[in-house]
């Protein structure tokens, strides 16, 4: 007594999920996977609505020098979702990529960011860059360097306020296309940030072969900092050869004093994380102080 095409869907669902873990695993099937499956569908099919109804925001991380003064952002895109909520990206970018709609959305993203900027340039002040994130699909689809290159001449942006950010991975993945995006890209003014450095599969080889200007060292190494040897090694290392290959550091996911003392003490030149502010929206970019103070946050996390 059950129905067949039921009792197919919910197999199928249990083998997708054994496929998201990987090789060599099984998957029993419980009802909570309907309602994520569900759920997972009905983003889905949003998207294009959310993208028409501006129903995404973006939320700036302020990206700090060793002497405290704010020297860019990093652009983080939120989605207010008319029936869940806010949804963050770790959770629709996925999603996003899989449907072939991720595209669409890194491009509302430069072009919201280009319409913001004005603002951003007098809150300010003063030279900075804001960094937009890109994935490895962005760097496949052929028309993005015209895009780009579309919306900065349609808001009179100024290509050397803008930073774009790549995983490792994924410029490895898309070594030849990353490559050539990349030149294009900087030869146009912007800068260029390898995120998660470290964490991939490298060979460091490939450094030789690339133009970047920063090196980002991934938070995973930041929070064992205090812990592991290791992690101190693997960190003052990655600030050593950024130091040598004439590239600027920067770490993110900077939690405490201790880990910012650290870092400034090994030459690292940007941080950005928590000790200084989460990720915020433009209305409140009046709660930014001037400059954080190292003894003012030394204070606050006693």
């Not at 090196?215 to 101190?232: G, N, V």
Request: glycine share 6%.
């Amino acid at each position: 007594d059950f129905d067949l095409s039921q009792l197919m869907s919910n197999a199928d669902l249990a083998m997708y999920r054994s496929k998201a873990r990987g090789r060599g695993t099984y998957t029993i099937f419980t009802p909570d996977m309907v309602e994520s499956h569900k759920r997972k569908l009905s983003i889905a099919n949003s998207i294009d609505q959310a993208i028409s109804n501006n129903e995404f925001q973006i939320y700036y991380q302020p990206k700090i020098d060793g002497k405290g003064v704010i020297i860019g952002f990093e652009a983080l895109i939120r989605w207010v979702h008319p029936e869940f909520g806010m949804i963050m990206p770790a959770e629709f970018i996925p999603i996003a990529e899989q449907g072939g709609k991720i595209s669409a959305i890194t491009r509302w993203v430069i072009e919201q960011v280009c319409v913001e900027m004005s603002v951003l340039r007098q809150r300010l002040q003063r030279r900075f860059r804001v960094s937009i994130n890109l994935s490895g699909h962005d760097l496949r689809h052929s028309g993005l360097f015209d895009s780009i290159h579309a919306l900065f001449i349609k808001h009179n942006i100024n290509p050397e306020y803008i930073e774009f950010e790549v995983t490792e991975s994924a410029y490895l993945e898309n070594f030849a296309l990353s490559n050539k995006f990349f030149r294009r890209v900087s030869n146009m003014g912007c800068a260029i940030a390898l995120d998660d450095f470290g964490t991939g599969y490298s060979s460091l080889s490939y450094l030789t072969q690339i133009s970047i200007d920063t090196l980002k060292i991934d938070r995973q190494f930041i929070r064992e900092l205090e812990t592991s040897e290791r992690s101190r090694l693997v960190t003052g290392t990655i600030i050593d050869l950024a130091k040598r290959l004439s590239l600027t550091i920067c770490a993110e996911g900077i939690e405490n004093h201790e880990q910012w003392e650290y870092l400034l003490e090994h030459g690292c030149d940007h941080v950005q994380g928590f000790l200084f502010s989460k990720p915020i929206p433009l209305d409140q970019f009046d709660t930014l102080p001037a400059r954080f103070e190292r003894r003012t946050l030394m204070q606050s996390n006693l």
